[in-house]
């Protein structure tokens, strides 16, 4: 059974860079067959997808938050990483690590509460 | 950008059928999937490829895709089903799209 857990600091001041690392166990993120997300959902909101990277490094931003984010793997550690530069109130928000196989996410993360203030 | 759209809101009675649509240019080109999420969880996935379900998903659970429409239905709403729906595509440029949620209440 996969299993996806977030980890990061819970509180993040305005202008500074969010870091979040997801840390997968039961899987590896050097399988082919998959391609590992970040999703946010702000409190009483939608969901947003931020971005997703294969294990070869290729990753693809969704255009409204490409110019801050920054998606990275590490295959030794089993983990996957989530940086947004410049952050704001907006990004406020419960950030989920997933996995992802022909376009779906087949296994989500507990999530992780993200709050931007000073 | 590729938009999903999604009414707000569904109320169903217990035992009856509750059909929660999903909109977008030409959806019916691409795959939708859906996803179910009760309060404080993590969204599960209900429906993959338009119409299949993953193991352990309940039969009363369906998807139609076609045109610029695609569908969930409830067949049998039982109280458990009371939860936010979200549909999700791919865009032309391979990114993920989500709807804009139905909250579906069971009356």
């Known amino acids: 059974q996969v299993q996806l857990q977030e980890s990061g600091p819970g509180l993040v001041k305005p202008s500074e860079t969010l870091s979040l690392t997801c840390t997968v166990s039961?899987?590896?993120?050097?399988?082919?067959?998959?391609?590992w997300s970040w999703i946010r959902q702000p409190p009483g909101k939608g969901l947003e997808w931020i971005g997703y990277i294969y294990y070869s490094g290729s990753t693809n931003y969704n255009p409204s938050l490409k110019s801050r984010v920054t998606i990275s793997v590490d295959t030794s550690k089993n983990q996957f990483s989530l940086k947004l530069s410049s952050v704001t109130a907006a990004d406020t928000a419960v950030y989920y690590c997933?996995?992802?196989?022909?376009?779906?996410?087949?296994?989500w993360g507990q999530g992780t509460l993200v709050t931007v203030s000073s | 950008s590729y938009e999903l759209t999604q009414p707000p809101s569904v109320s169903v009675s217990p035992g009856q059928t509750a059909s929660i649509t999903c909109s977008g240019d030409?959806?019916?080109?691409?795959?939708a999937c859906w996803y179910q999420q009760k309060p404080g969880q993590s969204p599960v996935l209900v429906i993959y490829q338009d119409s299949k379900r993953p193991s352990g998903i309940p039969e009363r659970f369906s998807g139609s895709n076609s045109g610029n429409t695609a569908t969930l239905t409830i067949s049998g709403t039982q109280a458990m089903d009371e939860a936010d729906y979200y549909c999700?595509?791919?865009?032309?440029?391979?990114?993920?799209?989500f709807g804009t949620g139905t909250k579906v209440t069971v009356l």
């Open positions: 039961g899987g590896s993120v050097s399988s082919g067959s998959y391609y």
């Open positions: 030409k959806l019916g080109d691409k795959y």
């Open positions: 997933a996995r992802t196989i022909y376009g779906e996410v087949d296994y």
């Open positions: 999700q595509a791919w865009d032309s440029s391979s990114n993920y799209v």
